[in-house]
Nanobody
């Protein structure tokens, strides 16, 4: 099972990027897919996540209104549209997928916690220059 993230790069503050993450090796039907980010020396941070069935999505307060998550279930692909980027968005971005039992996905204490995601991509670097 693999998640392949792409789309990172160097952009000026205020600019936009779109990250993509494609899953392979199994069907991602029923799995939530999300994005996390990490700066060297700091803890991994939740960014956004989206469910499989009803498309319910959640983003952290720090990116809400600027970053938007979407998915194409037919392609086992999740996207992160990043607008009005800031220097503090500079990080390695990782995509992840996981199965949430029952209604746990709708609880922020679950969907924002990386340990609930079973599959992880290799990361794509986003650098925002001011």
């Amino acid at each position: 099972v693999q998640l392949q993230a792409s789309g990172g790069g160097l952009v000026y503050a205020g600019g936009s990027l779109r990250l993509s993450c494609v899953g392979s090796g199994r069907t991602f039907s029923g799995l939530a897919m999300g994005w996390f980010r990490q700066i060297p020396g700091k803890e991994r941070e939740f960014v956004c996540t989206i469910g499989w069935s009803d498309g319910a999505s959640y983003c952290s307060d720090s990116v809400k209104g600027r970053l938007t998550i979407s998915r194409d279930n037919a392609k086992d692909t999740v996207y992160l549209q990043m607008n009005r980027l800031k220097s503090e968005d500079t990080a390695m971005y990782y995509c992840a997928a996981g199965e949430f039992p029952g209604s746990t996905f709708y609880d922020g204490s679950y969907y924002s916690e990386g340990s609930w995601y079973d599959y992880w991509g290799q990361g794509t670097l986003v650098t925002v220059s001011s």
